[in-house]
């Protein structure tokens, strides 16, 4: 991902406007970074080791909690690449600009075999669309593929795009990129879609990664994402995957919630990989992200504390 990074950072931007729009009015009119973050309950310099396959021991930090805490990082590392863009396009501007299409590039790096282009158009109402391109370096012009490509509508106040709010979907496609010279090794396809229209709205962020590899086994896998807060009040994760345990397909979810003071609940459901029937854990952590309840529905001798002093009953298990 970190070469990907830099080959944002390195395209000269700045989205356009069609009639009468200002450069201003276009800075607040795409996503930023607080656009498209998901937000979860953090300890200020906290360690977590989420890596660990066994369950927390009641008091200490939540296994749960260190789960879902480090799925939002990942999602959020999925999405920062668009974030990048967009903090590119509003610092430089265009290569050409014309009616209601701006295009920068073609961009190549001294260094680099791969040569960029990107093309934003303002489709009136305050609604917008881009594409990253890229190819190989001397590579004509017809052999250019879509690596990113997104809509975002703006929220607007008087008329006017409010930096940083609105609703849209993007598509990365790191297959197209594994076709240039040069890539990153990760490979499949993100569809994220968003919707955070105002500082008092209820925040959406869906992701749907489709043949992404899974580290652990080096296997494709595909995932569901789904994130649901609403500022100041209570929040709520949802994450899937499906993994292949010898010939049978396993899926595994986790449900998580938690109120603004950070105390939480994670439930967990496994189905298939020669299960004869679901498994199930249920974790519940207090405000300093404390496991104070667990139960596994396969095992018992696991189970600690009292599911009364969890702030959220009963059991919720992920549709994802």
Partial sequence: MHRKYLLV?????????????????????IPNSDTVR??????????????????AALGQTSFFYGVT???TRLVN?????????????????????????????????????NTYRLTATDNGNHHYSYVLEGKAKGAPD?????????THTAATEHGQPVKGFGNGTLLIDWDKAQTLPEHSADVGTALIAYSRMSSTAQVTIDVKFTQVRDLATNQRIDANYGYLSNPGADGRFRFSSYATPGAAIQRF?????????????ADVVVTGGGLSQPATVNECWDASFKSQYLHASYDPSHDYGSESVCVFTPAEYSPL
């Fill in 77 to 113: 590392g999925a999405t920062a690449l668009v974030l990048i863009l967009v903090k590119a396009i509003t610092d430089t501007p265009p290569t050409t600009f014309k009616d209601n299409v701006a295009v920068w590039g073609p961009y190549t790096d001294a260094l680099s075999p």
């Fill in 38 to 55: 998901l937000d979860f309950p953090a300890q200020s310099g906290q360690a977590l080791e989420t890596g660990q396959t066994q369950q």
């Fill in 253 to 265: 979810a986790i449900e998580s919630r938690w109120q603004n003071s950070g105390a939480g609940r």
């Fill in 69 to 71: 805490r480090d799925t």
């Fill in 142 to 150: 017809t052999a250019y593929v879509t690596l990113l490509s997104g």
């Fill in 9 to 29: 950072l390195a395209l000269p931007s700045l989205l356009m406007a069609c009639g009468g729009t200002t450069i201003d009015s276009l800075r607040s009119g």
